[in-house]
């Protein structure tokens, strides 16, 4: 279904890659690349093993670290939760608090097969990690729903295939907390 071009969305969220697909965090000399679905019970579980130790990678500098939210789920609710969590992440990210907000949707991830989260219970989620006005009207308005088709279409593109796919330099390396630092260390290693 994604696996045609789909043409780069007229608005994407800030702090977008040069691609359009991906929200970047950090500059550091070693890009990680994780692609997502807000509604993959194993991207929660990779956010919660994973996401500290690549917040202090971020923080130390020693990554850069863009993360592709995809709708690669949509077929497994009721509504395009996948979709609609990854528009709502895109909002976010124009707010400031695209990490924040991530972390937030994962712990209230519904199970799949069901409704998911509707967009008041989005905008909802928000408002613990300072999230107010304009993000509520960003949801409201659709600004970036026509954004996680996009961020999906480049995904298999790049034969992405499965969430959560974690790619350290171009290289896949799956998602587990001790091969993605094995793999920085040995990318900085050859750094020198």
């Known amino acids: 279904m994604y696996a045609q071009a789909q043409p780069r969305p007229a608005h994407v969220p800030a702090g977008v890659n040069a691609d359009g697909d991906g929200i ?5 000399p070693v890009m990680i690349d994780a692609f997502i679905d807000f509604q993959c019970p194993y991207c ?3 956010e919660e093993s994973s996401g500290p130790m690549l917040d202090t990678m971020v923080e130390t500098r020693r990554i850069t670290l863009t993360y592709h939210p995809m709708a690669f789920l949509d077929e497994m609710s009721t509504n395009r939760y996948s979709t609609r969590a990854s528009a709502a992440s895109g909002c976010a990210a124009d707010g400031g608090r695209f990490l924040e907000y991530l972390y937030i949707v994962f712990a209230n991830q ?55 796919t974690v790619l350290v330099d171009g290289v896949l390396v799956r998602p587990h907390q001790r091969l993605i630092k094995t793999a920085v260390e040995a990318a900085l290693h050859a750094r020198g």
Request: proline fraction near 11%.
């Open 24 to 28: 970047v965090l950090g500059d550091g």
């Open 44 to 46: 929660r579980m990779f």
């Open 110 to 164: 519904p199970p799949e097969g069901g409704p998911g989260l509707t967009d008041e219970e989005l905008i909802a989620l928000g408002t613990p990690v300072g999230l107010t006005g304009s993000f509520a009207g960003c949801v409201r308005e659709e600004a970036h729903l026509d954004w996680p088709p996009y961020v999906t279409a480049r995904a298999a593109a790049r034969k992405v295939g499965a969430t959560p």
